[in-house]
């Protein structure tokens, strides 16, 4: 499996932005996919998750209602809508896909098998 991520960018707080992660090698609908970012000087954190099958989503409580992480199954590709962006948004993103993932290790990055390389976020305020 690979991943592509995508669609970072320079922002201003407030803004929105839709970061993708294209999926080859294997149907995206057969893997759960998460973002995790990592801001400079910090380790990596996660940020939402779309499980495989039925799709369920996963968000850390800093994104509720900000973020929302959506599948195309047509286009093997899973999106991170990214409102209302704030400066403490700034990051490198990731996407990362799992083909056994539980929701115990939803968070932990050892519990994916791929990443794709990152794409940087950075808000201004």
């Known amino acids: 499996v690979q991943l592509q991520a995508s669609g970072g960018g320079l922002v201003q707080a407030g803004d929105s932005l839709r970061l993708s992660c294209v999926v080859s090698?294997?149907?995206?609908?057969?893997?759960?996919v998460a973002w995790f970012r990592q801001a400079p000087g910090k380790g990596r954190e996660f940020v939402a998750a779309?499980?495989?099958?039925?799709?369920?989503?996963y968000y850390t409580d800093s994104v509720k209602g900000r973020f929302s992480i959506s599948r195309d199954r047509a286009k093997n590709t899973v999106s991170l809508q990214m409102n209302s962006l704030k400066s403490e948004d700034t990051a490198v993103y990731y996407c990362a896909a799992s083909t056994r993932l539980i929701l115990s290790n939803i968070e932990v990055p050892s519990a994916y098998n791929d990443w794709g390389k990152g794409t940087l976020v950075t808000v201004s305020s």
């Open positions: 779309i499980f495989r099958n039925y799709g369920r989503t």
């Open positions: 090698g294997r149907p995206s609908g057969g893997l759960s």
